[in-house]
Structures are given as C-alpha cells and as structure tokens.
C-alpha cells in the first residue's frame, strides 16, 4: 500500500507536470530573458574589446562597433612576452589543485557522513571552526613561507585552497543523502575495504555532487591572484590573472602619468588602448571556463539540489 506522503508527493508531481501550454510559454519566455541578461553583458564585453580605442572615445560604448580593431589584444598579448606561458602556470595549477582538492574534500566529507564513525562530529568541528575563525594574514604568510618554505613555489598557488569547509559540508550532506547505507554494509560483508567501498562504489554514484565541487574548484584557482602577489616573485610562476593584473596597472601608471613622461612616451601613452585592453582581458580570462562550463552543467544544478536536501 502506498503511503499518505507517497500519495502527496506523486499529487504535487502531477500539478508540476500538467501545466498548462499557456503557463509554460510565460514561463519560457521569462527564463530567456533572464537568460539574454545574464549573457549580454559579456557579449557586450566582447564587443568593446574588438573596439578601437578612438572610436570608443567619440562614439562611447555599443553594440555596433563605429571601427573594428585588434590593438587591445595586440597589446595585452605583447605588454608581456610570457602570456602563453601564464596560460601554461594557471592550466597546470587549475588541474592539479582540482583533483588534489576533489580528493581530499571528498575523502573527509564520507568520513565525517559515515555514522558508525566515532569521531565524527568532532572532526567535523575540526573542519567548520576555519570557516568561522582564522588566524590573519600576517601568520598564514609566515606559516606559508617560514614554516612551509613555500615561497616562490606552485605549490604556493595550489595547497592554500584545495581544503574548503563549505565544500566540505556540501559533500558530506551529498553523501549522507544519496550514498544508501545498505551499499555500504553489503559491501563489508562482501570483504570490500574501506578504500574499496569509497573509490568503486561510493565515488561512482556520487558524480553529481563531486562534479559540483570540481566546479567550484575549478573556479576558485582559475581566478586566483591573490597568493599569487603574496608568494610569487619569479615571473616564470606568475599565473594568467596575476600577469593580467599587472598589465592593467601599467596601463593605468602610463595613463595617468602621461603628463610627466617626455613628448614622445606621452604620445604613446595616448595611444594606449586603456578602456578595450580592460575588455580583452575578461575576455581572455574568462573565455576558457565559458568553453569548461558545459561540461560540468548536467551535473551542476543536480548536485546543488540533492546535496541541499536536509536528511
């Protein structure tokens, strides 16, 4: 016999379903436009940066370019000669810092998820009171390089974020409400180990949520400067948004002290494509994980419902 909730659940399901054609086109045509909103501004980015600079000053911002120009690419792409190389360091430290950072989120949060696990809660206030306090900047530079020795070293950019409560908290409730516990116990019976049962079993049906976190994590590196100035001095280690960063401040030194540099620097610094080089970066920065994002979409929004679901 069916259950009082089961009878509710499969009433609101068939409510949800039996919209009527009317109320589905309204409700399509309002997704598109906040669609169009969350797309247009960075289509408009893209336009601006095939801009040239002197149209922009008489013309101001459009959608309809007065004169096409590539010297903002031109010049954010050789203002430095290591751009490609940048590329190279934030590819690197994205990769390796995600899949460190999937490994050691999702091992703590089946742990801390495991009810049979006697210290529990108290590894899972290990975990959540970083997330309330922490110790300053001062101290976490010293620790990083005195402690550590992590100065001028990828690692520098990669182990300060491939630990996060947040993500920890998001997985460990993905896996308490969707990792039955029955799999596990036939699992044991059936001699499989701990590191069995977490890599062939419970990993596999927990992609969703891993690929949430992957995500998210992907994100996080890939726009990453800040320990980027605090331990990077080699240019051979400076990742893509850190380099960016610097173009942009040579930019704005040059434009904005162009009236103390000689006649010909001030010339050339009047030249300089100010406002589009600012567009080509995004677009350089962010084009990538536009190109990334379809992969991980199917999982996304799946991961952040279920892992959401209060047991």
């Not at 620790?143 to 409560?165: D, E, H, Q, R």
């Not at 010339?267 to 190109?291: G, H, S």
Request: net charge positive; proline share 4%.
């Amino acid at each position: 016999m069916f259950s009082k909730k089961d009878n509710m659940e499969d009433a609101n399901t068939s409510v949800f379903l039996n919209i009527s054609k009317k109320s589905n086109v309204i409700l399509n045509i309002i997704l598109a436009i906040f669609a169009l909103v969350s797309i247009i501004p960075f289509i408009f980015v893209v336009i601006i940066s095939f801009t040239s600079e002197n149209a922009l000053k008489v013309n101001g911002y459009s959608f309809l370019p007065k004169e096409f120009s590539l010297d903002a690419y031109r010049y954010v792409i050789g203002a430095s000669g290591q751009l490609a190389h940048s590329y190279m360091i934030t590819i690197i430290v994205t990769l390796v810092g995600t899949a460190l950072g999937l490994l050691l989120i999702s091992s703590y949060a089946f742990v801390i998820s495991r009810r049979d696990f006697r210290y529990r809660k108290f590894f899972t206030m290990v975990a959540f009171i970083p997330m309330l306090f922490n110790g300053g900047l001062v101290s976490f530079y010293l620790v990083m390089t005195k402690f550590l020795g992590l100065k001028n070293s990828i690692w520098a950019l990669i182990l300060p974020m491939c630990m996060n409560t947040f993500y920890i908290i998001i997985l460990r409730t993905f896996f308490k409400t969707s990792v039955p516990e029955a799999i596990i116990e036939s699992a044991k019976i059936d001699g499989a180990s701990e590191l069995r049962i977490f890599f062939q079993i419970v990993l596999p049906i927990s992609l969703p949520g891993i690929a949430t976190i992957a995500l998210f994590l992907t994100l996080g590196y890939w726009n990453d400067w800040f320990n980027a100035m605090l331990f990077i001095d080699k240019d051979s280690l400076v990742p893509l948004q850190y380099l960016l960063m610097r173009i942009e401040n040579s930019v704005e030194f040059l434009a904005q002290n162009a009236g103390k540099l000689g006649a010909t620097q001030a010339e050339a610094a009047a030249k300089l494509p100010k406002e589009t080089a600012k567009m080509a970066m995004v677009v350089l920065a962010t084009a990538p994980i536009i190109f990334a994002y379809p992969f991980f979409q199917k999982y996304f929004v799946n991961g952040l419902t279920i892992g959401a679901v209060k047991e």
